[in-house]
């Protein structure tokens, strides 16, 4: 007979308990299974676009450039923000996300915020204001790329969920605390879905929301960064009527204000004395695109391949800046960025652009190689303004007028319309950008009397928006 040893008794796993941990395990792999369903879709589809559009460049002599390029990018943009996305949630699990201090002109910012999406709340028929109080500092203080980031993903949920009425942002200040609201009059959100918002990849239990482009990132992000920042964020919601949320944080107002950046104007070159730059990277098309951006404005940019190269270049010709990569065969980034310290001491910036956001370190602080760190794909003007500061440069400037759009009346569909109409929604449904534009013009010339429709029909297209025009579709046919 085997003895029993009643305290392995006491240690024996419960089977309740672990009935628990394996439907835990469970609904932990549906969710990633769903995960990366929705990331396979938020990817392909704009590659799709971008792949397809290579290949008729290639192909077809009269496509214009200017028109295919401004599509290429906007998808690309797309891929870009899911990435980001991505690895925002990943550098908050591991604590590594970095938090500036930054001076910055929020009215500006507000004002731009603004400006990025005047154009998509007009395509939906929206009104989309901003209201100011006048005790708003001018300058504040706060990581101004973080802060950014939360209006944009409250307002782009904004625009996604309301389809009727309009989207205001409210901003009061008071004791160096600001609060924005940015309410719709949306599909809302039921008393259930409150807190399940803002968990990552979850949009809550209604239909009409989990029909929205997108995998659930934003307000999750939104909730994480606010608090980073030492500030929250709430909402109020009443479905079918529309949603508040509310982003509140402290935003002080600097004792003595820097000299804030460009409102809004073209940079067409800087004052004072011709300045080099000295561009490392092991692509071709990298060190093409960073030339072709940087000599119309004035500066003198030499290139090289790798680090031996670039290195040589620096010791005989005494760059103000170097623009370099991280992975390069050989030597790569980070001990070029040493070599060019120790040889040219900290008068010589250095500002790492790379792909290898894993790798990411601010730099700046005085103990590291390098001043800064711009990650790929680079976002020009992010790079233009990130030179401007290592530089101390006071840029000239065209002034660009911005025109706000009316809102587009709801359109409707004439009866000879329809034919057209499901011959776009089939190709909406294969992604055949193509083939759209060309049913949108026979649908142009045959039926006059749908311009309207066919207009916000081209937003969409244009805004890589296949799901609303989808929806524009089917409202218009109903």
Not at 6 to 16: F, I, Q, S, T, Y
Not at 258 to 264: F, I, T, V
Not at 340 to 352: C, D, E, F, K, S
Not at 459 to 467: A, I, K, N, P, V
Request: aromatic share 4%; proline share 5%; glycine share 8%.
């Amino acid at each position: 007979m085997i003895a029993r040893d009643d305290k392995d008794c006491e240690r024996a796993p419960d089977v309740a308990e672990l009935q628990r941990a394996k439907a835990s395990a469970e609904a932990a792999n549906e969710a990633k299974t769903r995960y990366l369903v929705a990331v396979s879709h938020e990817i392909r589809s704009p590659l799709n676009v971008i792949y397809g559009y290579a290949q008729l460049l290639e192909r077809d002599d009269t496509i214009s450039g200017a028109e295919a390029g401004t599509i290429i990018r906007r998808s690309a943009e797309h891929v870009t923000n899911l990435v980001e996305g991505l690895l925002e949630i990943s550098r908050i699990e591991s604590g590594m996300l970095t938090i500036r201090s930054d001076v910055f002109d929020v009215r500006s910012l507000l004002g731009h915020v603004v400006d990025m999406f005047r154009s998509q709340a007009a395509a939906k028929g929206l009104d989309f204001k901003l209201i100011i109080e006048d005790r708003l500092p001018d300058c504040v203080k706060s990581d101004e790329k973080r802060f950014r980031q939360i209006l944009i993903n409250l307002v782009s949920n904004a625009i996604k969920y309301t389809q009727t009425g309009g989207i205001t942002i409210t901003v009061r200040y008071r004791s160096q605390v600001a609060d924005i609201a940015v309410s719709d009059t949306g599909i809302g959100i039921a008393a259930d879905d409150l807190d399940r918002v803002f968990e990552p990849f979850d949009r809550g239990s209604s239909a009409e929301a989990q029909r929205q482009p997108g995998i659930g990132l934003g307000l999750a992000i939104t909730r994480v960064l606010a608090s980073v920042l030492g500030g929250d964020i709430a909402v109020t919601s009443t479905p079918g009527v529309g949603s508040v949320f509310r982003f509140r944080t402290m935003l002080p107002a600097p004792a003595s204000a820097a000299r804030s950046p460009a409102k809004g104007g073209r940079i067409t070159g800087y004052q004072g004395a011709r300045r080099s730059v000295l561009v490392i990277d092991d692509d071709p098309a990298q060190r093409t695109i960073l030339q072709s951006l940087l000599g119309p404005l004035g500066f003198g940019v030499q290139v090289a391949s790798d680090g031996p190269e670039g290195i040589a270049l620096a010791a005989a010709g005494a760059p103000d800046i170097v623009l370099l990569d991280i992975q390069m065969p050989g030597m790569n980034g980070w001990e070029a960025a040493a070599r060019l310290r120790a040889a040219h001491g900290p008068g010589l910036r250095i500002v790492m652009v790379s792909a290898d956001a894993h790798e990411f370190r601010a730099g700046g602080d005085g103990r590291s190689n390098h001043d800064a760190f711009v990650t790929k794909p680079v976002e020009l003007d992010a790079l233009v303004a990130v030179i401007g500061t290592q530089l101390d440069l006071r840029w000239e400037e065209t002034e660009v007028a911005v025109v706000a759009d009316a809102p587009a009346p709801a359109p409707s569909a004439p009866a000879d319309a329809a034919p057209f109409l499901q011959q776009l929604r089939d190709l909406a449904e294969v992604g055949h950008i193509r083939g759209m534009e060309s049913a949108l013009a026979d649908l142009e010339r045959a039926v006059p009397a749908a311009a309207q429709l066919v207009a916000l029909l081209r937003r969409h297209l244009g805004d890589f928006d296949l799901r609303g025009l989808v929806k524009t579709i089917d409202d218009a046919a109903r």
